[in-house]
């Protein structure tokens, strides 16, 4: 149980820091690659040098050989049995530098090769890492979206004051309304009463306030 705990903690570590970590790996990777390099660079530094090796002894064989044949030719025994014998010598050591030779030649290229493979490799991990910071940054506010809709008592209260700013009537056509009114209603009095009681008293449905400041002016 302890461990199932602590595994669910890892990955909860894992995911939370999953971008740091991706970026610290391929560091790591990057490091390593550097050291292949070098490592490789070694390898065809060594693998010329032995190669150079290798066609000097050639060619000092080939002078001996030359040499022989000429001492041979001139009857010089003592002369013909030394290069014959400094050949020998020269020819097991060109045997031994050649296995080198092949063998630094494997060992670079797969180096080579191991070196390409890795390159290409971190090449896909730093732009898979473009479109991981952009998921990551995506997924950040995406969570603090859910996290604001979480607290939904401010958005009910905004949706409630709007609904009673779309429900209130329009105070001008109220205005509207209540001039319409007030001049039916005079209409309808003036017709049905006298000059006199017109002038005498106020309509009913115009304010009363207004009738005593007009009578009082």
Same mark, same amino acid.
């Given at each position: 149980?302890?461990?199932?705990?602590?595994?669910?903690? /890892?990955?909860?570590?894992?995911? %939370? +820091?999953?971008?740091?970590?991706?970026? $610290?790996?391929?560091?790591?990777?990057?490091?390593?690659?550097?050291?292949?390099?070098? !490592?490789?660079?070694?390898?065809? &530094?060594? $693998?010329?040098?032995?190669?150079?090796?290798?066609?000097? =002894?050639?060619?000092?064989?080939?002078?001996?050989?030359? %040499?022989?044949?000429?001492?041979?030719?001139?009857?010089?025994?003592?002369?013909?049995?030394?290069?014959?014998?400094? !050949?020998?010598?020269?020819?097991?050591?060109?045997? &031994? %530098?050649?296995?080198? &030779?092949?063998?630094?030649? /494997?060992?670079?290229?797969?180096?080579?090769?191991? &070196?390409?493979?890795?390159?290409?490799?971190?090449?896909?991990?730093?732009?898979?890492?473009?479109?991981?910071?952009?998921?990551?940054?995506?997924?950040?506010?995406?969570?603090? =979206?859910?996290?604001?809709?979480? %607290?939904?008592?401010?958005?009910?209260?905004? /949706?409630?004051?709007?609904?009673?700013?779309?429900?209130?009537?329009?105070? +001008?056509?109220?205005?509207?309304?209540? !001039?319409? #009114?007030?001049?039916?209603?005079?209409?309808?009095? #003036?017709?049905?009463?006298?000059?006199? $009681?017109?002038?005498?008293?106020?309509?009913?449905?115009?304010?009363? !306030? #207004?009738?005593?400041?007009?009578?009082?002016?």
């Amino acid at each position: 149980m302890l461990d199932g705990a602590s595994a669910r903690a /890892e990955d909860n570590l894992k995911d %939370r +820091f999953a971008i740091d970590l991706l970026a $610290q790996r391929i560091r790591d990777a990057e490091a390593s690659l550097a050291a292949a390099k070098q !490592t490789l660079a070694s390898l065809i &530094v060594r $693998q010329r040098a032995e190669q150079t090796s290798l066609d000097q =002894l050639d060619r000092r064989i080939a002078d001996l050989e030359t %040499r022989t044949l000429s001492a041979l030719s001139a009857n010089n025994q003592a002369l013909a049995e030394g290069g014959a014998s400094a !050949t020998a010598e020269l020819e097991n050591e060109r045997e &031994v %530098r050649r296995a080198t &030779v092949k063998s630094l030649g /494997e060992k670079t290229l797969r180096m080579r090769l191991s &070196v390409e493979q890795a390159h290409r490799r971190i090449i896909g991990l730093n732009q898979g890492m473009i479109s991981a910071r952009a998921i990551d940054a995506e997924r950040k506010a995406q969570s603090r =979206l859910n996290r604001s809709i979480g %607290r939904t008592a401010s958005i009910n209260e905004a /949706e409630e004051l709007l609904a009673r700013i779309k429900d209130s009537s329009d105070p +001008f056509d109220e205005a509207g309304i209540s !001039t319409r #009114s007030m001049a039916s209603c005079a209409t309808r009095r #003036s017709a049905s009463a006298s000059p006199r $009681q017109a002038m005498d008293r106020p309509p009913r449905c115009a304010p009363r !306030t #207004s009738w005593r400041a007009s009578n009082l002016n």
